[in-house]
Structure formats: C-alpha cells, structure tokens
C-alpha cells in the first residue's frame, strides 16, 4: 500500500472486498490519481482540473461511488480535503522560500541593502 494513501483506514477490509468494490476502489483511486497526480500535457492537465472539480464540490454520485467502493463519503471528503490543505501550505511554503531567497537579490538590482 502507498504511503499516504487514501484508504489507510480500518474501513480498509481487502478479506471482506467484493469484486464490484475493488471496481469501484479503481474508481476512486484514478480520481485521486487524476487530481493529485503530476500532470504534462494540456489534456491530463483538464483531467485533473475536473478531477479536482469532482472532489471538491461533491458532485451528486460522490457519495454512490464511495459506498459503491465500501467507504464512508464523508471520511473519504475529510481525506481529501486534508490532502488540499496540505497541497495548498506545501506551495504557500514554496513560494515564501522563493521570496527569501530572491530577496537579496532583488534588493541588489535597486541598489538598496537589506
């Protein structure tokens, strides 16, 4: 199992898993694939947006999918909106190193001392 995962859970019964829930855990595992994956091209980059899309605002079959998979929805929404959470501090942390430091650079091009 992937660190970090998503089904990292007591819910997680793969003795007790019937086929069509292994389907459905597919399901969601290539949502999540397609939302927080690392993404190239124009169209894995609209797959993610939609993606993301999906599971941020709790389309309609949200909740099917994840009962049809064996999980709680609303768990697997509290997950999710962690790893947003997370994914957003980890690029605001990112940025704020840029801007330290950078600073001192940009200060020398105006002549100014930090």
Same mark, same amino acid.
């Given at each position: ?80 909106? !962690? ?14 190193l840029k801007v330290r430091y950078n600073k001192p650079k940009l200060a020398t091009l105006?002549?100014? !001392?930090?």
């Open positions: 199992m992937m660190k970090d995962s998503f089904f990292d859970t007591k819910q997680y019964r793969p003795d007790r898993v019937t086929p069509e829930q292994k389907l459905w855990r597919a399901v969601l595992g290539q949502i999540f694939d397609d939302a927080f994956g690392h993404t190239i091209s124009n169209k894995a980059k609209y797959e993610k947006s939609h993606a993301r899309e999906y599971l941020k605002y709790l389309h309609r079959d949200y909740a099917q999918v994840c009962e049809f998979a064996g999980y709680d929805p609303m768990y697997v929404h509290r997950k999710v909106k !962690r790893k947003f959470t997370t994914e957003f501090l980890e690029v605001i942390d990112k940025h704020s105006f002549g100014a !001392r930090v």
